[in-house]
């Protein structure tokens, strides 16, 4: 099993920056593939950024592309979330998702394991 605990949501202003981080604790030998996702009241989860295990490869939603930058240290076993430029519209709970393969995904039903999530709370 793998446990993953986010931190580093908050409340905060339309242009303002915040960056989340996502440490893994118990069977975290590696390969494993990293994302995030986030889900508003009344949506479905989405996708946000994901980054592979070796080579550190990213993905990210058109949404967030260029505003939002995924990262990960592995000797840390911690993937960070760095989101700039923030828009009311990017208000969820963020989650953290990790699956143990090289490669990451943008399907959330693909991943093995989810943090509870953090709270991101952009106001106008």
């Known amino acids: 099993q793998v446990q993953l605990v986010e931190s580093g949501g908050g409340l905060v202003q339309a242009g303002d920056s915040l960056r989340l981080s996502c440490t893994a604790s118990?069977?975290?030998?590696?390969?494993?593939?990293m994302a995030w996702f986030r889900q508003a009241p009344g949506k479905e989860r989405e996708f946000v950024a994901h980054?592979?295990?070796?080579?550190?490869?990213?993905m990210y939603a058109d949404s967030v592309k260029g505003r939002f930058t995924i990262s990960r240290d592995n000797d840390k076993n911690t993937v960070y979330l760095q989101m700039n430029s923030l828009k009311p519209e990017d208000t969820a709970v963020y989650y953290c998702a990790s699956r143990p393969r090289f490669i990451s995904s943008t399907d959330p039903r693909s991943y093995d394991y989810w943090g509870r999530g953090t709270q991101v709370t952009v106001s106008s």
């Open positions: 118990g069977r975290t030998f590696s390969p494993y593939a």
């Open positions: 980054i592979t295990w070796s080579r550190g490869s990213t």
